[in-house]
């Protein structure tokens, strides 16, 4: 009994996968990395890492692992030798197509690995904000047709959409490599996005800013009004009913901002932000204390990311001066 309450009660670990050296290659990357993060710990969760054959054992060696194991999520590291990028792959193509033999001598040419079509990874990389991740990684749909993609291919297939999983192919040269691991494995671990909208109130070339009462988390601190969006709703009609609901104002919206993720810990927001005009109503402050119109961006101390918002439209509401 003791020992079951204990092992339910332990974290999962995180598996990282890298690869040996394989054809013309001294070295690969991927195992480097994969040595190094070994032991490491990210949100409570330990790394477990493994450097991989470059043959079918390497290939199903995740899978059969995981006919004893449970991991909070999976990490498989290989080296892209034509890319200058990090390539996030989301999808495992049903094909295997070796240009040169694998590790130990087998040549599959044009062979579907299961025939049940191709997999795709259990991540949400729009989620991610991929723009803002150490070494400029990009999305990627194909992960070749090489021992790579036939590693992600057969983990999926064990796999249920509950355990992030997803192939990173890692570039001949790269700044941080296992800056940019350690991020990815944070971005799986941490709680999945809620979308809030964050009006930017216009008039006369300024925005409005409102300070948190001391009722409110976060009291003291400046932010663009806005809230949760509720079941159905979209940006437009969320703020609407947020700014009506925080400070008795009809608005109408204009164009969009733009969007921002932050992580606040315990929560990640995605904010989508757009510029509002009054058409109506008398402001009444409901979990604010004070506001203010500001011109630009340091006007106000301003709630995490708020600040980031408010040098864009600062900005924005410049180059309309400019114009006008
Ligand atoms: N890269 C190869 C296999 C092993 C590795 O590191 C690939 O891209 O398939």
Redesign the pocket.
């Known amino acids: 009994m003791e020992v079951l309450f204990l092992k339910h009660n332990m974290a999962k670990p995180v598996l990282v996968t890298?690869?040996?050296?394989?054809?013309k290659?001294t070295v690969?990357?991927?195992?480097e990395v994969a040595k190094d993060l070994d032991g490491l710990e990210i949100r409570g969760h330990t790394i477990q890492s493994h450097v991989?054959s470059?043959d079918y054992d390497?290939a199903v060696f995740t899978s059969n692992l995981l006919n004893e194991s449970n991991f909070a999520a999976i990490i498989h590291?290989?080296?892209?030798?034509n890319s200058s990028n990090p390539r996030i792959e989301i999808r495992a193509k049903d094909i295997l197509d070796f240009r040169i033999p694998?590790n130990s001598g087998r040549h599959v040419r044009n062979t579907p690995i299961s025939g049940a079509g191709d997999l795709f990874s259990t991540i949400k990389p729009e989620d991610w904000d991929i723009d803002t991740m150490i070494d400029s990684p990009v999305i990627s749909q194909d992960?070749?047709?090489?021992?790579?993609?036939?590693?992600l291919y057969r983990t999926l297939l064990k796999i249920d959409e509950n355990t992030p999983c997803f192939f990173l192919?890692?570039p001949l040269q790269q700044k941080d490599a296992v800056g940019l691991v350690l991020q990815c494995i944070d971005r799986m671990l941490r709680p999945p996005c809620i979308d809030v909208g964050a009006g930017a109130i216009i008039l006369d070339g300024k925005f409005l800013a409102a300070r948190r009462a001391p009722s409110e988390k976060h009291a003291g601190w400046w932010e663009f009004p806005g809230g949760k969006f509720e079941e159905g709703e979209n940006v437009s009609q969320c703020l609407v009913r947020e700014i009506s609901e925080e400070l008795e104002l009809d608005v109408i919206t204009g164009e969009s901002i733009g969007e921002w993720i932050f992580d606040h810990g315990d929560v990640v927001v995605r904010l989508h932000v757009m510029e509002c005009f009054v058409t109506g109503g008398t402001m009444k402050l409901h979990v604010h204390d004070k506001v203010q119109w500001c011109e630009g961006p340091d006007e106000v101390d301003w709630l995490g990311p708020d600040r980031d918002i408010a040098a864009a439209i600062s900005a924005k509401l410049r180059l309309h001066r400019q114009h006008s």
């Open positions: 890298g690869f040996e050296p394989f054809g290659h690969n990357i991927s195992a991989l470059v390497g590291l290989g080296l892209a030798e694998d992960a070749g047709e090489y021992l790579c993609n036939e590693t192919h890692l």
